[in-house]
Protein backbone atom coordinates (compact mmCIF):
# COMPACT_ATOMS: atom_id res chain seq x y z
CA UNK A 1 0.00 0.00 0.00
CA UNK A 2 1.50 3.46 -1.15
CA UNK A 3 0.03 6.71 0.90
CA UNK A 4 0.51 10.54 0.42
CA UNK A 5 -0.34 12.78 2.76
CA UNK A 6 -0.12 16.21 1.36
CA UNK A 7 0.24 19.25 4.03
CA UNK A 8 0.20 23.22 3.39
CA UNK A 9 2.82 25.19 5.12
CA UNK A 10 1.64 25.19 8.10
CA UNK A 11 1.45 21.65 8.57
CA UNK A 12 -2.27 21.18 8.04
CA UNK A 13 -3.49 18.21 6.05
CA UNK A 14 -5.31 19.20 2.54
CA UNK A 15 -5.28 16.00 0.90
CA UNK A 16 -4.59 12.37 1.10
CA UNK A 17 -4.47 9.47 -0.80
CA UNK A 18 -3.58 5.66 -0.84
CA UNK A 19 -3.25 3.13 -3.23
CA UNK A 20 -3.05 -0.33 -3.64
CA UNK A 21 0.22 -1.77 -5.04
CA UNK A 22 0.99 -5.15 -7.08
CA UNK A 23 4.23 -5.46 -5.06
CA UNK A 24 5.14 -5.83 -1.55
CA UNK A 25 9.20 -4.49 -2.52
CA UNK A 26 9.14 -1.49 0.11
CA UNK A 27 11.35 0.50 -1.80
CA UNK A 28 8.88 -0.03 -5.15
CA UNK A 29 6.23 1.37 -2.16
CA UNK A 30 8.11 4.51 -1.59
CA UNK A 31 8.23 5.68 -5.27
CA UNK A 32 4.89 5.33 -5.87
CA UNK A 33 3.76 7.03 -2.57
CA UNK A 34 6.14 9.97 -4.07
CA UNK A 35 4.83 9.64 -7.78
CA UNK A 36 1.02 9.52 -5.89
CA UNK A 37 1.95 12.64 -4.63
CA UNK A 38 3.50 14.59 -7.55
CA UNK A 39 0.42 13.63 -9.50
CA UNK A 40 -1.41 15.27 -7.21
CA UNK A 41 0.61 18.49 -7.27
CA UNK A 42 0.36 18.14 -10.42
CA UNK A 43 -3.53 18.11 -11.20
CA UNK A 44 -4.01 20.27 -8.25
CA UNK A 45 -2.28 22.56 -10.37
CA UNK A 46 0.18 23.80 -7.12
CA UNK A 47 3.28 25.22 -8.26
CA UNK A 48 5.80 25.44 -5.17
CA UNK A 49 5.87 21.46 -3.57
CA UNK A 50 8.60 20.17 -1.32
CA UNK A 51 8.24 16.72 -1.51
CA UNK A 52 9.58 14.98 1.48
CA UNK A 53 10.15 11.13 1.62
CA UNK A 54 11.93 8.79 4.40
CA UNK A 55 13.76 6.94 1.91
CA UNK A 56 17.29 8.06 0.71
CA UNK A 57 17.15 6.11 -2.07
CA UNK A 58 13.94 7.25 -3.82
CA UNK A 59 14.93 11.02 -2.81
CA UNK A 60 18.63 10.51 -4.40
CA UNK A 61 17.32 8.68 -7.27
CA UNK A 62 15.02 11.80 -8.17
CA UNK A 63 18.11 14.62 -8.15
CA UNK A 64 20.35 12.08 -9.75
CA UNK A 65 20.87 10.61 -13.55
CA UNK A 66 18.44 8.06 -14.30
CA UNK A 67 21.55 5.79 -15.19
CA UNK A 68 22.12 5.58 -11.80
CA UNK A 69 18.78 4.63 -10.55
CA UNK A 70 18.02 0.97 -8.88
CA UNK A 71 16.30 -0.53 -12.19
CA UNK A 72 13.46 -1.83 -9.81
CA UNK A 73 12.22 2.18 -9.66
CA UNK A 74 13.70 3.03 -12.64
CA UNK A 75 10.22 3.88 -14.60
CA UNK A 76 8.98 5.16 -11.36
CA UNK A 77 11.50 7.26 -10.87
CA UNK A 78 11.12 7.97 -15.05
CA UNK A 79 7.79 9.48 -14.60
CA UNK A 80 8.29 11.80 -11.38
CA UNK A 81 11.57 13.20 -13.17
CA UNK A 82 8.73 14.41 -16.42
CA UNK A 83 6.49 15.95 -14.07
CA UNK A 84 9.43 17.49 -12.04
CA UNK A 85 10.55 18.96 -15.73
CA UNK A 86 7.32 20.32 -16.06
CA UNK A 87 7.05 22.38 -12.70
CA UNK A 88 10.69 23.21 -12.29
CA UNK A 89 9.71 24.54 -8.76
CA UNK A 90 9.00 21.22 -7.39
CA UNK A 91 11.99 20.07 -5.04
CA UNK A 92 12.72 16.68 -3.36
CA UNK A 93 13.97 15.79 0.14
CA UNK A 94 14.74 13.43 2.59
CA UNK A 95 12.76 14.00 5.86
CA UNK A 96 13.58 11.41 8.71
CA UNK A 97 10.55 8.36 9.35
CA UNK A 98 9.80 10.18 12.30
CA UNK A 99 9.00 13.24 10.43
CA UNK A 100 6.36 11.03 7.71
CA UNK A 101 4.68 8.97 10.84
CA UNK A 102 1.10 10.34 8.99
CA UNK A 103 1.69 8.55 5.34
CA UNK A 104 2.81 5.85 6.85
CA UNK A 105 0.21 5.42 9.35
CA UNK A 106 -2.04 5.90 6.57
CA UNK A 107 -0.91 3.41 4.51
CA UNK A 108 -0.92 0.64 7.85
CA UNK A 109 -4.56 2.10 8.13
CA UNK A 110 -6.00 1.63 4.23
CA UNK A 111 -4.30 -1.82 4.16
CA UNK A 112 -5.68 -3.13 7.29
CA UNK A 113 -9.12 -1.39 6.32
CA UNK A 114 -8.38 -2.81 2.28
CA UNK A 115 -9.47 1.03 1.55
CA UNK A 116 -7.73 3.01 -1.00
CA UNK A 117 -8.20 6.21 -3.03
CA UNK A 118 -8.54 9.42 -1.36
CA UNK A 119 -9.70 10.25 1.90
CA UNK A 120 -11.01 13.92 2.17
CA UNK A 121 -12.30 13.09 6.19
CA UNK A 122 -8.80 13.55 7.21
CA UNK A 123 -7.89 16.76 5.80
CA UNK A 124 -7.49 20.11 8.21
CA UNK A 125 -5.86 17.44 10.43
CA UNK A 126 -2.58 18.45 11.71
CA UNK A 127 0.15 16.28 9.73
CA UNK A 128 2.44 15.87 12.52
CA UNK A 129 0.03 13.89 15.31
CA UNK A 130 1.33 10.23 16.01
CA UNK A 131 -1.81 8.63 13.90
CA UNK A 132 -2.15 5.09 15.68
CA UNK A 133 -4.35 2.53 14.14
CA UNK A 134 -5.74 -0.59 15.54
CA UNK A 135 -7.37 -1.97 12.18
CA UNK A 136 -10.25 0.50 13.09
CA UNK A 137 -11.68 3.55 12.42
CA UNK A 138 -8.67 6.63 11.94
CA UNK A 139 -9.50 10.04 14.62
Known amino acids: MAACVCCDFLGTVIHTETKKLATVDPLVGEAEAMLSGVQVACLAVWSDVLFEGDSSVVVDAVGRDLADCPWVIE ?65
Do not use: M, Y
Open 75 to 139: TIISKIKDLFVESPRFRCSFSPRSANVAAHSLAQWAASSGREGCFPEFCGLFQRLPWVFEGSAPP
